[in-house]
């Protein structure tokens, strides 16, 4: 079992949707979970950061964790056509040395309808 | 600022050459990294440094080395390319203190034939 599962998706929505990701872990020392966004042909940009448990908001993204589930979610309201990228979570364990390395999802491709 | 810049773009090799791949950053960051992406694997770490003169193996270091002479250049070198290594990599950097939120560069496409 690899340690952070991330369904692949494709995933198509009609605008204005709101999309609901997620990816579940089986290392219950991880404390620092991110999303990523990776537009086509181009490197991945954060787009959440979360320490801990709990929900983050930032505009029409909100990022959600469960560490009792081993569960993290990010949700997308209204979405929209430039929403259309591949969503990568990532987490890792300690803030610093090599535990502190980011172990990534493989990515969820979704795509927007006009 | 020009962020975490990486070449070349692109780049098609023969079986058994060696190259090298540059990434450099203007942030005054610590920590960088190297991944490696496939289709279907998701990113995968080859290496990373915490610091000038530090590097260590990520998940997926064998046929590639590393030296961080600088804070701001971490260089790859793959020694005797193989198809295996037909890959899209990127560089990211981020700060020591502030955790591992990573900071991408655009990636270099490598085919080897």
Redesign the interface.
């Known amino acids: 079992q690899k340690e952070v599962e991330q369904d692949p998706g494709p995933l198509s929505v009609p605008e204005g949707a709101i999309v609901s990701l997620n990816c579940t872990y089986s290392n219950s020392a991880f404390q620092y979970f991110m999303w990523y966004r990776q537009y086509s042909r181009k490197g991945p940009e954060l787009l959440m950061y979360t320490y801990s448990s709990g929900n983050k908001e930032d505009g029409r993204f909100t990022a959600q964790v469960d560490k009792s589930s081993k569960y993290i979610s990010l949700f997308i309201r209204d979405s929209q056509p430039s929403d259309s990228a591949t969503y990568l979570c990532a987490m890792s364990a300690h803030y610093g040395g090599s535990q502190g390395n980011l172990i990534f999802g493989k990515g969820t491709k979704l795509s927007v309808k006009p | 600022n020009a962020g ?1 810049t990486q070449t070349p773009k692109f780049q098609v090799l023969k079986t058994g050459q060696s190259m090298t791949l540059q990434c450099a950053q203007d942030m005054n960051h610590e920590y960088m ?1 190297w ?1 490696r992406q496939d289709p ?6 080859i290496h ?1 440094s ?1 610091g000038a003169g530090i590097t ?1 193996q ?1 998940e997926v270091p064998n046929g590639y080395n590393v030296s961080r002479s600088t804070t701001e250049d971490f260089p790859l070198r793959l020694l005797s390319a193989a198809p295996s290594q037909t890959s899209v990599y ?1 560089c ?1 950097s981020s700060y ?1 203190a502030s ?9 270099t496409r490598l085919t080897v034939l």
């Open positions: 975490v990294s991944y279907g694997m998701g990113l995968r770490l990373y915490v260590d990520g990127f990211a020591q955790g591992r939120m990573r900071f991408f560069g655009p990636g």
